[in-house]
């Protein structure tokens, strides 16, 4: 009989803490899974951050390291000098990303660090009960914009992927959505091009994921699959922002 | 027995460099020396100071001075200001060549040294921060003249080498 | 025996600790220790080691963070207010068992203050600024040979205890030059030896002997469990209270005044000391080399037949009086002989003052 399902090695056999309906288990798996389809997860080493994504490194089953809120990329940085050969990534929310470590992120980018960054982006602060992010839509409520955000009071979200497209030492920036199995597959093809950007020393690789948060949305998943479609999306574009010419990989 | 010795002038003059030859030739006696430069703004285009102290045995305890037993100065404003630290009975050096006015002290030994005029007989004025050097270290007898010179043969070698001859001989030019 | 020669306090240190065996500085130009970025800019990668100039101190830390838990020797400095932004990681790094050393050539505050010499972040070093129970083993050296000795054996203590090791200078000691005697290059551990002389460290578990993974974090949400982490920490530092308590005493034995003072006012009080002789007062010192941990017992051996007064002299507004006043225990009255600001007194000063303070106490 062949399985139809499996635990990839990659993550630990245990049931994350991540709400239903939420993506950052698919996104979770989708890296691993990658990591280990290259043969890679002995010689990864992964930084996690604050937010939901604080207890990644309960799931993700290689090298972990749990950083401050923000600092991850400063943080990936400093192991890339001791363990220059290891595949390193950072895994962050938005609040950690777009907000609090707007600096690390920039300056890791500019430096052209070869690390790739996994950025979750779900419009709002999960961990901390819904509170408004960076990257919160004009007009969603939330703890902390209770009648919505306006431009007035918070300006327009902020659009990470297109920000740090500008920058040089950035090679390979995609944005992808985790709303449908066609958009998973398009991110974990993602996701491998951004390791190999890494392992051919190329630069700086970050993929943005648009990904859920029924809880602190107030929508049942399904709902949110469909927020995230007809809201996110038209405001995050998907696709490749950059990548260098001519990339190859194993796929 | 502790010298303590104070050094001051404009950025540029040398002032630095003087301190520093004092306590590479310390060093090299096997005196306990310290070096202490003023820093922060001042080091831009503004004054220059320096404290040396030398000790003949045991370890500087202090590298902070509030009077000196001898002090020098390059320019107008460092007489002004620093006159006042030469104690009763101690030396204080002046570039004659910059500082047309006497001390107003009375109470200790001062010295006129026109080092520019003098450097400028070796054909290069940039030597003047020698000159008084060697002027103030003949007339302190704290580390002997063939000390210093060992001094000034490794601060002026290298790409500094072609300075080495001038500045022995402006070393030893004044001689009053 | 190595040759003496005539550094610069700022490249000294910076020299002893490559010598230490670190490979690894992250840091953010800060007066009065910027030459210490700058002389491991030319020194580290030549020196098969690697140099980055952070965006931040928190950058900096938190690189420090990331390649110390990869198994790098890692030392970090800065000036006062820079130390400030590391507090956070500093905490972090202690929670996680995280070894680096650390400088601080200190300035003045607060806030941007100023950039003379100060003694006003003892609370800073000692008490860490840093949220949670940490502690951080700080030594206080009084010239740059006794500075160049520590900062050469902190990198292999921070490993052997796993935790950061700091030094607190201060802008004079930066900047000035003594001779120094430099000691022989220690070995530093590449990548590959890491694995097996660092279990904990991140490797990839590949690398490891028993291919376990490795989890550094500082996170424990059960009550339970963070407690059980946090009292274990202390086992360690009660252990290192004992083994690393560091200080120097002068003249106890008759002293009419015993002054302490740690790093530039220690030499200043060695001075002070010497006129007072002269003037028929005997006063003695007791100098703090770890301020952690802080040399309570040396306080037993102060003579308390003849001694009339403790003055704990200081460049801040009165930091370090609090630990005198736990050393003392209520024996003595404890005062107080400050300046703060940048401003350093005189000898004489401390002289004049230890006197008006001498005569009150009688």
């Avoid at chain 1, 943080?75 to 707007?102: C, E, H, M, N, W």
């Avoid at chain 3, 800019?41 to 140099?51: M, N």
């Avoid at chain 3, 052997?160 to 551990?189: S, T």
Wanted: aromatic share 8%; proline share 5%; charged share 20%.
């Amino acid at each position: 009989m062949t399985p139809v399902f499996t635990y990839t090695k990659g993550m630990t056999e245990v049931s994350t803490s991540y709400c239903p309906g939420c993506t950052h288990g698919i996104a979770n798996r989708i890296i691993m899974e990658t990591l280990e389809e290259m043969g890679k997860l002995g010689d990864a080493i992964g930084v996690g951050s604050i937010g939901c994504s604080v207890t990644a490194h309960q799931f993700m089953n290689v090298d972990m390291l749990e950083s401050a809120h923000g600092r991850a990329p400063a943080v990936a940085t400093g192991i890339r000098r001791a363990q220059p050969d290891k595949l390193i990534y950072t895994y962050q929310g938005d609040g950690d990303l777009a907000s609090i470590g707007t600096a690390e992120i920039v300056h890791a980018a500019h430096r052209g660090e070869k690390i790739c960054v996994f950025f979750i982006n779900n419009a709002i602060y999960g961990m901390t009960g819904g509170q408004m992010a960076p990257t919160t839509l004009i007009g969603q409520r939330t703890t902390t914009s209770p009648e919505g955000r306006t431009i007035e009071q918070a300006g327009k979200p902020i659009r990470i992927s297109e920000m740090l497209s500008t920058i040089d030492g950035a090679v390979y920036i995609e944005r992808v959505a985790l709303d449908s199995p066609a958009h998973v597959r398009a991110a974990k093809k993602a996701v491998r091009k951004a390791f190999a950007v890494q392992e051919q020393r190329l630069g700086f690789a970050l993929v943005e994921f648009l990904s859920t948060c029924p809880s602190n949305w107030g929508l049942s998943p399904s709902d949110s699959i469909k927020w995230l479609r007809d809201n996110m999306i038209p405001y995050y574009p998907l696709g490749v922002f950059k990548e260098p010419e001519g990339l190859t990989y194993d796929k | 027995m502790t010298n303590k010795l104070f050094f001051a002038g404009a950025g540029g003059q040398g002032v630095l460099l003087m301190g520093q030859m004092t306590a590479y030739a310390a060093m090299a006696e096997d005196k306990p020396v310290t070096f202490l430069p003023s820093y922060g703004p001042e080091m831009r285009g503004g004054t220059s100071n320096c404290t040396v102290v030398v000790s003949d045995d045991k370890p500087v305890s202090c590298p902070l001075i509030y009077e000196a037993d001898a002090v020098v100065v390059m320019n107008v404003p460092s007489l002004l200001k620093f006159e006042s630290l030469v104690k009763p009975g101690g030396k204080l050096f002046i570039n004659s060549s910059l500082i047309e006015q006497k001390t107003s002290r009375t109470d200790v030994e001062a010295i006129y040294v026109p080092t520019i005029e003098l450097a400028e007989q070796l054909g290069n004025t940039r030597a003047a921060n020698v000159v008084m050097f060697g002027a103030f270290m003949r007339s302190m007898g704290i580390m002997s003249m063939d000390t210093c010179e060992h001094v000034l043969e490794k601060v002026f070698s290298g790409r500094k080498e072609k300075y080495l001859e001038l500045n022995k001989k402006a070393f030893h030019i004044y001689n009053n | 025996m190595a040759e003496k020669v005539l550094m610069k306090g700022n490249e000294a240190f910076a020299e002893a600790v490559i010598r230490g065996g670190c490979r690894f500085y992250f840091g953010y130009p800060i007066t009065p220790q910027s030459e210490i970025p700058e002389f491991m800019a030319r020194e580290l990668r030549k020196r098969g080691g690697a140099f980055l100039q952070a965006e931040s101190e928190l950058g900096a830390i938190n690189m420090t963070y990331g390649c110390a838990a990869a198994g790098g020797n890692v030392f970090i400095s800065s000036s006062s207010p820079g130390i400030s932004l590391m507090q956070e990681g500093m905490s972090f790094l202690c929670s996680a068992e995280v070894p680096c050393t650390i400088l601080n050539v200190s300035r003045c505050g607060p806030g941007v203050g100023g950039i003379q010499p100060g003694q006003a972040d003892y609370y800073q070093m000692t008490r860490g600024g840093g949220n949670g129970d940490y502690r951080i083993p700080t030594f206080a050296p009084a010239n740059i040979q006794e500075a160049v000795d520590i900062l050469y054996e902190a990198p292999m203590l921070a490993d052997e205890i796993r935790n950061p090791v700091a030094v607190l200078a201060d802008g004079m000691l930066g900047q000035m030059m003594e001779p120094v005697e430099l000691p022989e290059q220690k070995k530093q551990y590449s990548a590959d030896e890491v694995a097996e002389y660092k279990p904990w460290a991140l490797t990839g578990y590949n690398a490891k002997p028993d291919k376990q993974r490795v989890v550094v974090k500082s996170l424990r949400l059960q009550p339970e469990a963070l407690e059980e982490h946090v009292e274990k920490l202390f086992e360690k530092y009660h252990r290192l209270e004992k083994e690393l308590v560091r200080y120097e005493t002068i003249d106890l034995d008759g002293a009419d005044i015993v002054f302490v003072a740690f790093g530039t006012m220690s030499r200043l009080c060695k001075e002070a000391m010497e006129i007072l002789s002269e003037q028929g007062i005997k006063a003695g010192l007791i100098r703090p080399i770890s301020i952690w941990p802080f040399p309570l017992e040396a306080f037993d051996k102060i003579d308390f037949g003849t001694t009339k007064v403790v003055i704990s002299t200081e460049l801040s507004m009165g930091q370090m009086i609090d630990d005198v006043r736990l050393g003392v225990c209520g024996r003595l009255p404890v005062k107080l002989i400050h300046r703060t600001g940048g401003m350093i007194p005189t000898s004489l000063e401390v002289v004049e003052k230890a006197k008006t303070i001498l005569e009150e106490s009688k």
